[in-house]
T-cell receptor, first 112, second 112 residues
Framework: NAGVTQTPKFRVLKTGQSMTLLCAQD?????MYWYRQDPGMGLRLIHY???????AKGEVPDGYNVSRLKKQNFLLGLESAAPSQTSVYFC???????????FGPGTRLTVL | GESVGLHLPTLSVQEGDNSIINCAYS??????FIWYKQESGKGPQFIID?????DKRQGQRVTVLLNKTVKHLSLQIAATQPGDSAVYFC???????????FGTGTSLTVIP
């Protein structure tokens, strides 16, 4: 039981490049989330999904897109990376919206 | 508005001593709270949770206290060990039911 996994662990992009972050969970959770974590700030929700085929915007969705084609996977895309998107990205999953969220190990993204 | 905050950003304790980390919340309707531990370079890890119908909940070496009168949570770690060094933050569900507020965290350093 791996829990929540994220790939890649590290990535460096140039401004304007695109990339996709992959999150996978093997706990059969309905809800999945993408957060970013910046120094001195709490986790901020980018997008989330309440089930396969659904997505919704969180607190800071601009510049990101997501897809949930399979229940176990949640993809976060950056179409045109900007230096302001330099951050650590965490994926999380839970059985329901008000239940405990379990987090992945994070992806450290640097945009030059 | 609603917020989750911490009284102290940093805390240093001697190995073997007890640690107390505090958290204030402003939404008196919140009925569920979670404490997370985040070690350097890792994702947040669930420690313990508490429902609003409880005042106290104990885990292995950890105790969470909830004071609804003053809207305050605390996490107590008994016999603090070097492995407890991390950032600890609390979380509460937003009214929407699909999201959580996360505090910025308290950095705990254990002095050997």
């Amino acid at each position: 039981n791996a829990g929540v996994t994220q790939t890649p662990k590290f990535r460096v992009l140039k401004t304007g490049q695109s990339m996709t972050l992959l999150c996978a969970q093997d706990m059969n959770h309905e809800y999945m989330y993408w957060y970013r974590q910046d120094p001195g700030m709490g986790l901020r929700l980018i997008h989330y999904s309440v089930g396969e085929g659904t997505t919704a915007k969180g607190e800071v969705p601009d510049g990101y897109n997501v897809s949930r084609l399979k229940k176990q996977n949640f993809l976060l895309g950056l179409e045109s990376a900007a230096p302001s998107q330099t951050s650590v990205y965490f994926c999380a999953s839970s059985t329901a919206g008000t239940d405990t969220q379990y987090f992945g190990p994070g992806t450290r993204l640097t945009v030059l | 508005g609603e917020s989750v905050g911490l009284h102290l950003p940093t805390l240093s304790v001697q190995e073997g001593d007890n640690s107390i980390i505090n958290c204030a919340y402003s939404n008196s309707a919140s009925d569920y709270f979670i404490w997370y531990k985040q070690e350097s370079g890792k994702g947040p890890q669930f420690i313990i949770d508490i429902r609003s119908n409880m005042d106290k909940r104990q885990g292995q070496r950890v105790t969470v206290l909830l004071n609804k009168t003053v809207k305050h949570l605390s996490l107590q770690i008994a016999a603090t060990q070097p492995g407890d060094s991390a950032v600890y933050f609390c979380a509460e569900p937003k009214n929407t039911g699909n999201q959580f507020y996360f505090g910025t965290g308290t950095s705990l350093t254990v002095i050997p």
